[in-house]
């Protein structure tokens, strides 16, 4: 398994999980420095994640990137793939389709999390999770021409109302086309809506594409209650190798927050 950071570059996300907020030449620097093996960013948007000067950052501290999160689509921009009006979601498609290929040329998988929206109104959950589909099928292959998964990140309750546990995402899972959309399994959405989050883990199995690794509390692993040996425990009998990445809140601070993390890490990946 490997470590990874949040880097948010958009003033939007701070008081958000983000570890880090700010530019990309100084997440980079910070991230190297502690000793992260790779950086999860979230960029305002594709257009405005520059390219070049990412390739020369990952190659400057031999970083790699995690994964691209689209999480500004809804925050900065209020788009999302269940809105009621069809303009706004082909532009939330759009939008996504765009950190996609961004995130593709670096080998990275793309997060779908608050962009996926909910269901209220006159939009029953049929039809948002009809709509979710519909987009999942195009933007799966997209990801999968490049060569990586597209991840689905499964929220608590309080942010949506469409999936909110393992079973019944991997269920929702079964009935697309597409093959190449993975789980995102984010831990402290897991401990508010999983009875046993160790168990869940392992019936996600190959399924499971990327972890969020924070504490009970959205803080650092190990500021809150969790208890990482059963986490660590069903991730090794899964064989999973992916990244473990930190996506708490900057608490007592951002220094402070990145240590917690990867010390947390350190001990769970050390574990017989």
């Not at 502690?34 to 960013?41: C, M, Y």
Request: net charge negative; hydrophobic share 45%; charged share 25%.
């Amino acid at each position: 398994m490997k470590s990874a950071i949040t880097l948010a570059l958009f003033p939007e996300a701070k008081g958000g999980p983000f570890v880090i907020c700010g530019g990309l030449a100084e997440g980079f620097e910070r991230a190297a420095r502690l000793g992260f093996d790779a950086v999860e960013i979230f960029p305002a948007s594709a257009e405005e994640l520059d390219a070049r000067e990412l390739k020369g950052l990952t190659e400057r501290h031999k970083l790699k990137i995690a994964a691209v999160g689209s999480g500004a689509g809804w925050v900065k921009h209020k788009l999302h793939l269940t809105d009621p009006d069809a303009t706004v979601r082909r532009r939330a498609q759009q939008f996504i389709a765009g950190i996609i290929d961004v995130a593709g040329r670096f080998d990275a998988p793309a997060i779908l999390g608050s962009m996926q929206g909910r269901w209220n109104g006159d939009v029953s959950r049929e039809q948002a999770v009809a709509w979710l589909a519909e987009a999942l099928e195009q933007l799966g292959p997209r990801a999968h021409a490049l060569g990586v998964p597209l991840l689905y990140e499964f929220l608590n309750r309080y942010e949506t109302n469409l999936l909110n546990r393992v079973a019944e995402s991997l269920e929702f899972l079964k009935t697309l086309r597409t093959q190449n959309v993975k789980l995102l399994c984010d831990l402290f959405h897991m401990n508010i809506e999983e009875a046993d989050i160790a168990a869940a883990l392992r019936s996600a199995g190959p399924k499971l594409g990327h972890v969020h690794f924070v504490d009970s509390n959205r803080l650092a692993m190990g500021l809150g209650h969790t208890d990482m040996k059963p986490i660590g425990a069903a991730l090794r009998e899964i064989g999973y190798t992916g990244y473990l990445s930190a996506e708490v809140l900057p608490f007592p601070d951002s220094e402070s927050a990145a240590k917690q993390s990867l010390a947390s890490f350190r001990d769970l990946t050390a574990q017989p």
